[in-house]
């Protein structure tokens, strides 16, 4: 099945800080990505979608000066948490979807990267 | 507002006998609807999808039904092992659109 990656798994960092997740799909092109965070017991957020080689579309409350998300190519998609602060640490999540194949409506997710702003 | 409901407390059962997993939603009319596995610090792992046509969807020890009518999907895993312990999500998207809503979830432990 289609393998998205996600780097780092987990990352601390000091309040005021930027901090980069990158998603990658593996073994196929993802035209579209989304980006969530989830916390504790909770369902998926979905924060932003983005679409390769155009700017990303936000959810209502998602400040896009403070999640910036790039989708340079067909296998990488970024998310910088800018100016992070303790109420950002989250467990964020990105997923792929491979409209090009038979299941394109399938969701391919990353293994998720825990964030911890002290 | 578009909602989707899942037994929010955990569901304990012993291993071999079959798991059901309630999905309910309101204000919505989905064109398909799937179900994922999350174990804990991990990414969702998708299991199946059924479309609005469709009443039933099978894959192995998995079985997903589909009431339009009542709004309702019902997630069975027959013959549960300890292996099956997770979460299990419910995700719900509309007919034209790209943008997948999902439940909160339901934690499921099969003991031995």
């Known amino acids: 099945g289609a393998v998205v990656s996600q780097h780092p798994s987990r990352v601390i960092c000091k309040s005021g800080t930027s901090v980069k997740i990158e998603c990658r799909s593996l073994d196929f092109q993802a035209t579209t990505m989304f980006w969530y965070r989830q916390f504790p017991k909770k369902s998926l957020m979905l924060m932003a979608t983005?679409?390769?080689?155009?700017?990303?579309?936000?959810e209502q409350g998602v400040e896009k000066d403070k999640f910036l998300i790039n989708h340079a190519s067909l296998t990488l998609s970024t998310l910088t948490v800018t100016s992070a602060h303790p109420e950002d640490s989250s467990f964020y999540i990105c997923?792929?979807?491979?409209?090009?194949?038979?299941?394109?409506?399938?969701?391919?997710f990353g293994p998720g990267t825990r964030l911890l702003v002290l | 507002s578009q909602k989707i409901e899942q037994n929010s407390e955990a569901l304990n059962i012993q291993e071999g006998k079959t798991a059901t997993l309630t999905c309910n939603y309101t204000n919505y009319s989905p064109a398909y609807l799937q179900w994922y596995r999350q174990d804990p610090g991990r990414g969702p792992v998708f299991l199946l999808l059924?479309?609005?046509?469709?009443k039933e969807k099978r894959k192995e020890r998995l079985k997903v039904t589909f009431d339009t009518t009542l709004k309702q999907s019902l997630f069975h895993i027959t013959a549960s092992q300890p292996a099956d312990s997770a979460t299990y999500l419910c995700a719900l998207e509309s007919t034209g659109g790209f943008k997948t809503i999902f439940g909160a979830g339901t934690r499921l432990f099969v003991k031995a």
């Open positions: 983005s679409n390769e080689g155009s700017k990303a579309t936000y």
């Open positions: 997923s792929a979807r491979d409209r090009t194949s038979g299941s394109r409506e399938t969701q391919y």
């Open positions: 059924i479309r609005e046509n469709e």
